[in-house]
């Protein structure tokens, strides 16, 4: 018996000086590893609650340049075929037929709290990080479209051809579903996302994007500070897209 | 009491049967021609769109889907409700529910952007979709409707059939109740978000598998030169009838709801009054055809005491089907959502407008392909297993009464 147990100690000593030395020689892989999965705003986490300000009582013409925007930074856009070429973002017009009022505003995914299209989805591929940026795990995504079916807001595009020109921080593919990602790989450098910053470019203040969970962020001060609306509410899925002017 | 009826496989050597068999299989094939056609150039070579998501491959699929648990309703009268007259038709209608359910999930998954992932369907779940559930839903179904067929067709496990035929009617109760909640649950869209969807499911289901099953049951055995009787065949009339009038009811309780919501009126007078096809289809082929028709023919003696007048109001009740489930599928979509209600809406993404759309010819081939499978199951089926009854003339259907009277007549 007290044989066995030295033989045991002796064992697990070796063992531990192994798994130190292990661990010291793979330690600087890991950490390597860790600050390059990590961004630069840290992992996606529920202290924050991303979202945008739209104010429609500005010149129709900044939406134009969003839309542009977004097909410049996303890939998409140039198709011939307007009943299925894919629309991230797009310019909707609104006019009151009682009143004849018009308003004019551009229509993304809300990146809704409550997302119909997450609800929906069979496989999970339709998701909400944590900072509640709703998007589609396209190797995941086994093209139903039932999210389309769901989303209250049709902001989600099918992509019904092959796709070129795709951009490396946005790999697409024909025979899944996308939609406005809300520039998630510039949000996690810290970036504006592009269609705010290019209509910022124009010394316009018609789009705005920061954290709402954050009372000091200018968006929760504009948002406390002006009655704001947001599409379809009753519908209770909290969209974080809040619009002024409409 | 021991089931008697002699089952006998079909003959299935005549050219006949060969031929029926090729073209169902060349039917079945093209369906795959299809689908590779548009997975190779995507769906843009279909009529589907950003705004119509779902085209007449899920107006074919959802039908045979739906059919496929309503035509089990034949097995479970006799075993669950204890119906002697439908039980010699129980194992065919068994191996139908299995053939049109597998037909119709073929299209499903044929039309998918990319059927490539299969494994991935099977492998990932978000158990809060609809979707996922009916994935356990179907596949159960397989599974429970065999072991029930095989409890039916093996004499030391008959005793047991009562038991999985519960089972088997209660699941196919739960298959179609989330058939109908894929509609229901959507909450955006003005021509679904209905709980009543699902009970009208159930209802539709019962109409369209029984007239399947009927055509089915007197081509088969016209072809085969077995009898069939008039008691068989006016039994499952009436039950049609009854079935035609109840999804009736569903859809007219349906409407008659949502015209009552001031929220709902402009996806009802689209519906009902001012949208083109969609109207048509639903005045004049499901009302009209699929059930004014059929109940007419069904219960005027001249019409609903042949065989031929019982087989053409079957196949009127198909007819209305797909045009209930077109106009539920299709037009709930053609109708646009209602970003801003109130308002007149407009933009590059047809906002505020209503969707076009007319089935192209993969889209149809691959529909028409599902049911060519599903025929092609039965078609094989019958000639390879004892499912059929070398006689469904009235003196061989026992019906609960003779069973009673024969019982006296043991005991005098």
Redo the contacts between chains.
């Keep these: 018996m007290t044989e066995q147990k030295t033989i045991d100690t002796a064992k697990r000593a070796f063992m531990k000086a192994g798994a130190s030395a292990a661990a010291i020689a793979i330690a600087p892989g890991v950490s390597l590893y860790s600050i390059g999965a990590h961004a630069a705003t840290g992992p996606a986490s529920s202290a924050k609650r991303w979202g945008m300000l739209v104010d429609a009582n500005t010149d129709e013409g900044v939406w134009d340049i969003a839309v542009e925007a977004c097909k410049k930074e996303q890939g998409w856009g140039g198709g011939n075929n307007p009943a299925t070429d894919p629309q991230w973002i797009r310019k909707v017009s609104i006019k009151d037929p009682k009143t004849g009022a018009k308003a004019s505003l551009p229509v993304m995914c809300q990146h809704c709290d409550s997302p119909p299209c997450v609800d929906v989805c069979p496989t999970g591929a339709s998701m909400k990080r944590a900072d509640g940026i709703v998007l589609v795990d396209k190797h995941i995504c086994i093209g139903c479209r039932y999210c389309m079916m769901a989303c209250p807001y049709s902001c989600r595009s099918f992509v019904h051809e092959p796709v070129s020109g795709q951009k490396p921080h946005m790999p697409r593919g024909k025979g899944t579903v996308e939609s406005c990602t809300m520039c998630v790989h510039r949000v996690d450098k810290g970036q504006n996302p592009a269609c705010v910053d290019a209509v910022n470019a124009t010394g316009s203040q018609a789009m705005m994007f920061g954290d709402l969970n954050d009372p000091n962020s200018d968006i929760s001060r504009a948002v406390s500070k002006f009655v704001t609306q947001r599409i379809r509410t009753d519908l209770g899925v909290e969209p974080s897209v809040h619009y002024r002017g409409i | 009491m021991p089931d008697t009826t002699v089952y006998q496989e079909v003959e299935g050597k005549g050219a006949d049967y060969y031929a029926l068999v090729g073209w169902l299989a060349v039917f079945a094939a093209s369906g795959l021609g299809a689908s590779f056609y548009m997975?190779h150039?995507?769906?843009?070579v279909t009529s589907?769109?950003?705004?119509i998501?779902?085209g007449t491959p899920h107006v074919f699929a959802v039908f045979l889907i739906v059919a496929a648990s309503g035509v089990l309703n034949v097995s479970s009268i006799s075993s669950v409700f204890s119906r002697a007259h439908y039980k010699p038709m129980a194992r065919l209608s068994a191996v139908t529910a299995v053939a049109l359910l597998a037909g119709g999930l073929m299209v499903l998954l044929l039309d998918?952007?990319?059927?490539d992932?299969?494994i991935?369907?099977m492998t990932?779940?978000?158990f809060?979709?609809?979707?996922?559930w009916n994935?356990f839903l179907y596949t159960g179904f397989f599974v429970i409707v065999l072991v029930y067929l095989w409890m039916m067709m093996e004499k030391r496990w008959m005793h047991h059939s009562k038991k999985a035929g519960l089972l088997a009617f209660v699941w196919r109760l739960s298959l179609t109740t989330g058939t109908g909640s894929?509609f229901g649950?959507?909450?955006?869209?003005p021509g679904y978000d209905a709980a009543i969807m699902a009970p009208m499911f159930i209802a539709m289901s019962f109409a369209f598998g029984l007239a399947i099953f009927i055509i089915l049951v007197s081509v088969i055995y016209k072809a085969t030169g077995r009898p069939l009787g008039d008691l068989i065949l006016f039994k499952m009339r009436n039950l049609l009838g009854t079935f035609v009038a109840a999804a009736c009811y569903f859809s007219v309780v349906q409407h008659l709801t949502n015209l009552y919501a001031a929220e709902h009126m402009g996806v009802e007078s689209f519906i009902l009054w001012n949208g083109g096809i969609y109207t048509f289809l639903f005045w004049v082929v499901q009302i009209g055809v699929g059930t004014l028709f059929p109940l007419a023919m069904l219960f005027n003696p001249a019409t609903g005491r042949t065989c031929q007048g019982i087989n053409i109001a079957s196949m009127a009740v198909i007819a209305g089907g797909f045009a209930q489930l077109y106009v539920i599928i299709i037009g709930g979509?053609a109708f646009p959502?209602?970003?801003?209600p109130?308002?007149?809406?407009?933009?590059?993404?047809?906002?505020g407008q209503v969707?076009?759309y007319a089935p192209s010819l993969p889209e149809l081939v691959l529909g028409f392909s599902g049911i060519a499978t599903a025929m092609l199951i039965v078609a094989v089926a019958v000639k390879y297993l004892p499912l059929l009854p070398t006689s469904l003339s009235d003196a061989n259907i026992r019906t609960n009464r003779s069973l009673e009277h024969e019982a006296d007549k043991t005991v005098d």
Excluded: C
Aim: positive net charge; aromatic residues 18%; hydrophobic residues 50%.
């Design positions: 997975e150039y995507g769906h843009v589907m769109t950003n705004g998501v779902w998918l952007g990319r059927p992932r299969l991935v369907a990932y779940y978000n809060k979709s609809i979707f996922a994935i894929i649950f959507l909450v955006a869209r979509q959502l209602q970003l801003f109130g308002m007149e809406v407009s933009s590059s993404f047809f906002d969707h076009a």
